[in-house]
Nanobody
Framework: QVQLVESGGGLVQPGGSLRLSCAAS????????MAWYRQAPGKQRESVAG???????NYADSVKGRFTISRDNGKNTVYLQANSLIPEDTAVYYC??????????WGQGTQVTVSS
């Protein structure tokens, strides 16, 4: 079992920055992929960025060059640094972890609102 708790969301003006954190507890050593997804009102949940245990990263085209995902295995935490935020980034952001055995866990989500 892996438990995930996100933090760092909030209200930010266009062009601003936020850093989201996802703290994992439980069997973190069994986790391969950690990723961020987001879901805007009336839209499907979409992948934002991911990082494997080997350090490989991937990003959605819409956030490339603006968002950076990182992972601190010593703290069992994954971060999403979001810069140059635009209103279209407004969504609930969810952290997910996928174990080597293929089990997937989700956090409760944190709201990000980009508005002037």
């Amino acid at each position: 079992q892996v438990q995930l708790v996100e933090s760092g969301g909030g209200l930010v003006q266009p062009g601003g920055s936020l850093r989201l954190s996802c703290a994992a507890s439980g069997s973190f050593g069994s986790v391969d992929l950690m990723a961020w997804y987001r879901q805007a009102p009336g839209k499907q949940r979409e992948s934002v960025a991911g990082v494997t245990s080997a350090g490989s990263t991937n990003y959605a085209d819409s956030v490339k060059g603006r968002f950076t995902i990182s992972r601190d295995n010593g703290k069992n935490t994954v971060y999403l640094q979001a810069n140059s935020l635009i209103p279209e980034d407004t969504a609930v952001y969810y952290c997910t972890a996928v174990t080597f055995a293929g089990y997937q866990y989700w956090g409760q989500g944190t709201q990000v609102t980009v508005s002037s």
